[in-house]
């Protein structure tokens, strides 16, 4: 019963986060005089929602545009267009100052856990920077914070005073979730924070961010293109191609009954444990085209072998094929 009141309650409650027709151009600037010859359409009008307490996956190749969905979420880079709601309240158009109080609710994991952290700060005074940038805590109050943040992700509070170059590479990286805990947030945006960790450490690390998640009740954004990772800490997952989602469902979709054949695509490439299991790769042919002059209709055309006329000629949208399972694909 008290489970079920909780659920209601989380019913009742707006989304943590809600994404509506995000879209990043970076301008191509040419010239003496700089003038703008064209854009970059790194996000071309993505949408998802993430809940109290869930964790999406963004996954997609290289150049897709997961990273840049992130640091637009966060207004690391100023988003072209799209809303951007947290906990319900548009902040795309804040100001600094206005933003504020927001970045408090929302923080980041860095891919590279060494460039993320400044080599002349300690450990300890790289994850009480926060505490004193938003006056909640300083002097000894703030050193006891950080040393429970220490015990919380795994470090010894001996280590408080050593620099990054003293840390192995996992241990960096729970340095800078470290970091992102120190405020509290509702939502954590990890860009690809495993990618360059060994596999040993990458199963820790993801084991950690999992027990975060319990414990605080903490909503990810986890952007990858490890699908056996992304599988194992998300409950939805969203797949990316050259700027659009193509793919919204729930993981169990997403594995057992993929919609578009771009996810086919991705599934087939990851490997299986089971040496017995033979799964046949499909092998997309062509190179994935340039963000500055995207193919026309459907992006995916020129790689998918199903394509037909209408795919090169008319965009697809993203609908619901399925109870939670939306997929942008004419065919479906």
Same mark, same amino acid.
């Given at each position: ?7 209601? $309650? ?29 854009? $970059? ?70 891919? =590279?856990?060494?460039?993320?952290? *400044? ?9 009480? #920077? ?12 703030? #050193? ?6 220490? =015990? ?31 405020? *509290? ?93 033979? +799964? ?31 795919? +090169? ?20």
């Amino acid at each position: 019963m008290a489970e079920a009141g909780q659920a209601a $309650v989380r019913a009742t409650r707006p989304p943590v986060l809600e994404i509506e027709g995000l879209k990043k151009h970076f301008p191509i600037k040419k010239g003496f005089l700089r003038r703008t010859h064209g854009h $970059v359409l790194a996000v071309d009008g993505v949408s998802f929602t993430i809940g109290e307490g869930e964790a999406l996956g963004l996954v997609g190749e290289s150049g897709c545009g997961k990273s840049t969905v992130g640091r637009a979420i966060l207004r690391l880079i100023e988003p072209t267009d799209g809303v951007i709601r947290i906990g319900g309240e548009d902040i795309r158009e804040l100001s600094k100052r206005e933003l504020k109080p927001f970045r408090r609710q929302m923080q980041i994991i860095f891919q =590279d856990p060494y460039s993320s952290l *400044n080599p002349r700060m300690s450990a300890g005074d790289i994850v009480g #920077e926060p505490l004193s940038t938003h006056g909640i805590a300083s002097g000894r109050k703030r #050193e006891e914070i950080v040393a429970k943040l220490f =015990d919380r992700v795994g470090l010894s509070r001996a280590q408080m005073a050593n620099f990054p170059h003293q840390f192995s590479g996992g241990q960096r990286q729970r340095i800078g979730i470290a970091r992102a805990l120190a405020l *509290n947030p509702k939502l954590i945006i990890c860009d690809e924070p495993v990618s360059a960790l060994d596999v040993s450490i990458q199963a820790q690390v993801i084991n950690l961010l999992m027990d975060l998640q319990r414990d605080l009740g903490l909503s990810y954004l986890f952007i990858s293109h490890n699908l056996s990772v992304v599988e194992h800490i998300s409950q939805r997952i969203a797949v990316m191609y050259l700027g659009r989602i193509v793919e919204y469902a729930d993981k169990t979709t997403i594995f057992t009954n993929p919609g578009h054949p771009y996810t086919e695509a991705l599934l087939s490439a990851v490997p299986v444990p089971d040496p017995k299991i033979k +799964r046949s790769k499909i092998v997309l042919q062509g190179d994935v085209p340039s963000p500055v002059k995207p193919p026309s209709g459907c992006h995916f055309h020129t790689r998918c072998p199903y394509a037909v006329d209408r795919c +090169r000629s008319e965009t697809p949208l993203l609908r619901e094929i399925a109870p939670r399972q939306f997929v942008a694909c004419h065919l479906r």
